[in-house]
């Protein structure tokens, strides 16, 4: 969903243009056979099912992050696997930090590197564009025992960053992306480190298999793919084949998919046409954190639960705004809320005028007025389930700094504004 400004200061809600992604084949096979695929390994941490959170700025706080584990954990309970027992339900990763905002200590960055009291494992994205910075960020968040796990981020499309070097523009260095990549791997010691990355820049500057083989020749623990191209943006089609490829290729880690998961049925349809070893869920949970109950119950070979009337959608939209106001200590939290509160709506008929007061509150007291006037035993629109949400944007060419692709094996960092990543993957 999409806020447009309109004259006079008043702000409406439109839905972007209807596109949905369409149903894998096999569609029906929503739930796995016993056995049928393993738990997730990544380094000491064992994860089942095998799902991770993409981290996604703006989204996987504390309370997203909490909210979505909960429900993650309830899927887990309906199925009573062995492979539950000493693993974690799902993986949850943080939002991204940069190296250099961390170690410069911006409060806005400290902030978002923390976690939730009970939470366990800690993950969190990490970005940098200097080996030596991305080194220290890391010895230094381990040797506080701040984090389990530290995730890469190599596949930011934002112009800003990749016209200097940075971002889904950096892979190209592949001498440098290698130094990176070891820098963290050396300061992380024992606390495994992934990376995550896009297919290239575009069709013709592919770099996600050599991408893919330096994280496993340097020590990362596993390596996570989103199927499209930096130009590609968020358009079109996740191509799965290409995690099927890096998987041929990257032989000794686990390989992660990510890309269009929007239901269980793509999280095993993914699995089983790539061999990937975990899937990575980005908008398809935008609210919807139950999906990852549902995640739980298909790779358990157990119903999938049923969809929520907005009675239960309702509820859990109450108390992931009265998480976030706990979390961030007051009701001014509440305005990063109101894209959850239009995300939790899609496709209810709630109509025009409801969904822009929805838009609009300010306090808790508002938010539980405006779910009174919704119809609790509406049911669960399953028109929206494979609606993108959030970003959709592209395709949209990628501008490099001159002479970027000529001098591939430069491996000093690009400096300028590569680093002034604010989020994207
Ligand atoms: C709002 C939003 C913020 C994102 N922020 C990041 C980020 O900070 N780091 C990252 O690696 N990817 C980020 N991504 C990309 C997702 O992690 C994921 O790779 C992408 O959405 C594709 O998965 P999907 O098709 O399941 O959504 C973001 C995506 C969205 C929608």
Known sequence: ??????????????????QVIPEPEGMALACAAPGEFPALRIG???????????????????????????????????????????????????????????????????????????????????????????????????????VDHIDMN??????????????????VRHRLLRRIVRAA?????????????????????????ETGLIGEDEGCAAIALHARTAEQLYSGHARWHAIGELKQAVTSIPVLGNGDIWEPADALAMMRETDCDGVVIGRGCLGRPWLFSALAAAFDGQPLPELPSFAVVSQIMLRHAEMLVDW?????ALRQFRKHALWYLMGFPIGGDMRNQFARFTTLA??????????PSELFPPGVLRQPRS??????????????LADRDNDQPPGGGADSIVSGG
């Not at 508002?366 to 119809?375: W, Y």
């Open 391 to 404: 970003h959709s944007g592209g395709p949209r060419a990628v501008h490099l700094p001159e002479g970027w």
């Open 328 to 332: 961030y200590g007051n009701e001014g």
């Open 44 to 146: 000491p941490m064992v994860v089942w099912p095998p799902v991770i959170l993409a981290p996604m700025a703006g989204v996987t706080d504390v309370p997203f992050r909490a909210l979505c584990r909960e429900h993650g954990e309830q899927g887990r309970m309906m199925g009573a696997s062995p492979l539950s027992i000493d693993s974690a339900p799902g993986l949850y990763v943080n939002q991204m930090i940069t190296a250099r905002a961390w170690l410069e200590d911006h409060p806005k960055t400290l902030k978002l590197a923390e976690f939730g009291a009970d939470e366990s494992p800690r993950s969190i994205q990490l970005y940098g564009t200097v080996p030596e910075e991305v080194g220290e960020t890391v010895r230094r968040l381990v040797d506080q025992g701040a």
């Open 154 to 171: 190599f596949g930011c499309p934002v112009p800003k960053v990749t016209k200097h070097g940075g971002g889904a523009a950096l892979p």
């Open 185 to 209: 791997v050396d300061g992380a010691g024992d606390i495994p480190v992934t990376i995550k990355f896009r297919m290239g820049v575009d069709d013709d500057i592919m770099t996600f298999i």
């Open 1 to 18: 969903m999409r806020r447009t400004r309109k004259a006079g200061g008043v702000t409406s809600v439109q839905t972007p243009p209807e």
């Open 366 to 375: 508002e938010l539980r007025e405006l779910v009174e006037l919704v119809d």
